[in-house]
């Protein structure tokens, strides 16, 4: 007769789940054990919970299959809670394990003692809580909400001091990989043929692509798509590398960088049609010029009522919708195709560095340069990261790892650790600012500890850039609360056993990449700049 320990490692050996990050309790011991012992499954240790579940759901985002992770009770499920909203809102796959008091004590006043499913209810999907009786049935149950059309968070509370118990061999008739799995596609057909007016009917179409055509993998379609009726196609900033930048179509990323270069092309549309578009990353009202709209997703379209002068839904599968899409008739639209390729090439050349110049610019441009095509790029939250969504050539999406559903600093590390335990024969490079590494520092002792060759590039100008930006824009102190102060004293020369290596031009940055991409562990390289690029590039009208 297996334990609750043990059935409980083999669902999750079943599921295909490879790793459990997290900070251990002694409730916990009992399970890392059966981890260890009975599946090979291998527990990681990080310095704090929040780690744990964003590298969790980073590797939910790679492979595919539910990240995994565990927090102890009342603090460690705060801390956990933070990355389990990540997952929610940036669409990651994640199961999260937290300690519960046992049934007689949930109720009652005890140290560390609070709700977790009152907690985790409105940053999940789903929440429940573990019994010796239905421990496989409810971890598949997870398995599946999870993984399903909208991907996400679900939490899992397991009562203390059930893990030795004595658990009935008993085979659960729950299969994850069909639980909530809905194919949508029976209506498509006939909801297209609804919106084929409009479409006819359009001079200036613009294709709006968001974080749901990602997971439907419709590369080739979208582009055979866009080149059928010679529509421009924007991207939201987690769908970028969907569409390639090379393509004379290719209109931008909105509201990152230059994004009032953008809407120079999206502001004459008379027809926005949004291609698997999830408002997590930007409400359409927010952008769109008063236009129809036209909303193909698994779900309909969350928009402000009467503000556009009609809304039609295609709800399905993002795949069937555009392969019903194809088969319209559709004469070639009125775009200019050189005025597209003509604003492309102004953004491209205002986000160039000028030469020997040695800012924000010139760290994305030479990091791009230094780093082949099938390496991972994890960014950080800040102004840096407006200058990636446009500046940062993007093979695939998978390639540039971000959150822009939960939009936490503090990602950059977890995401890059997480990117190279699931890839470990591929480059991988966390890019973040001064503000957000000072959040995480403490995780490089995990890079140490595996001997993870991941390069750590920390822009440093000395102050929370993006906030100070909006101070700016609106005439106040822009220095107020967001100096950071970090660069006063002599530089480190290592954090946790991970060398440093300090940069202040461009010949010191690119011999500082080129040692770090051929060393055997991780590195940290800190390019100290000024942040007056950011001024004229981020934050800029997008009507």
């Known amino acids: 007769m297996s334990t609750v320990a043990e059935v409980f490692a083999h669902t999750l050996k079943e599921i295909g789940i490879r790793y459990v990050f997290g900070v251990p309790s002694g409730n916990m011991i009992d399970y890392m054990e059966a981890l260890r012992k009975e599946v090979g499954i291998d527990f990681i240790l ?181 080149e059928k009726c010679q529509v421009p196609v924007v991207l939201t900033p987690m769908a970028k590398g969907l569409f390639p930048e090379a393509h004379p179509l290719y209109a931008g990323v909105l509201f990152h960088a230059l994004s009032n270069e953008v809407a120079k092309v999206y502001s004459q549309a008379d027809l926005v049609i949004g291609i698997g578009y999830d408002p997590v990353e930007f409400n359409y009202e927010d952008w769109m010029p008063e236009v129809p709209l036209i909303h193909i997703n698994n779900s309909e379209a969350d928009v402000a009522p009467g503000k556009f002068p009609e809304v039609s839904n295609v709800v399905g599968a993002v795949d069937v919708a555009l392969n019903e899409l194809l088969k319209l008739n559709v004469e070639p639209k009125e775009w200019d195709l050189q005025f597209l390729k003509a604003n492309k090439k102004q953004i491209v050349k205002k986000l160039t560095p000028e030469t020997d110049s040695f800012g924000p610019l010139a760290v994305v441009a030479e990091l791009r340069n230094a780093m082949s095509d099938d390496g991972i790029l994890t960014v950080d939250v800040g102004a840096h990261l407006h200058l990636i969504g446009q500046q940062w050539h993007t093979p695939s999406p998978e390639k540039l790892l971000i959150s822009n559903g939960w939009s936490s600093m503090g990602f950059a590390i977890p995401a890059a650790l997480a990117a190279k335990l699931c890839n470990p024969g591929l480059p991988v490079v966390a890019l973040m600012g001064d503000g957000g590494f000072l959040m995480t520092v403490g995780e490089l002792a995990i890079a140490k500890r595996l001997n993870l060759n991941i390069v750590f590039v920390v822009i440093y100008d000395d102050s929370l850039s993006l906030i100070s930006i909006k101070q700016n824009k609106k005439h106040f102190d822009r220095s107020y609360g967001t100096d950071l102060n970090v660069l006063e004293g002599e530089p480190t020369n290592h954090y946790f056993g991970v060398p440093v290596v300090r940069v202040t031009n461009s010949n010191e940055y690119r011999s500082a990449l080129k040692k770090a991409f051929s060393a055997a562990g991780p590195i940290v390289i800190e390019a100290v700049v000024g942040s007056k690029e950011y001024d004229q590039l981020v934050l800029q009208p997008n009507k």
């Open 46 to 226: 990080v310095g704090h919970e929040t780690t744990a579940a964003f590298m969790a759901g980073v590797c939910g985002r790679l492979t595919g299959v539910p990240g995994a992770c565990f927090a102890t009770f009342g603090p460690g499920a705060t801390n956990l809670s933070t990355g389990v909203g990540g997952a929610q809102l940036d669409r990651f796959p994640l199961l999260a394990f937290t300690d519960e008091m046992p049934d007689d004590l949930l109720k009652r006043t005890v140290q560390m003692n609070i709700n977790h499913q009152q907690l985790f209810f409105p940053i999940t999907k789903w929440t429940t809580r573990l019994n010796p009786n239905n421990i496989e049935e409810i971890i598949l149950k997870g398995a599946g909400i999870t993984t399903d059309d909208t991907p996400g968070a679900v939490h899992i509370g397991i009562p203390a001091g059930i893990g030795r118990n004595p658990v009935k061999e008993a085979k659960s008739d729950v299969d994850y990989l069909r639980l909530e799995k809905k194919r949508w596609s029976p209506l498509v057909e006939d909801q297209v043929a609804k919106v084929e007016k409009l479409i006819h009917k359009s001079k200036k179409p613009v294709f709006a692509v968001g974080l749901s055509a990602v997971r439907a993998q419709v590369s080739e379609q979208l582009i055979a798509l866009a």
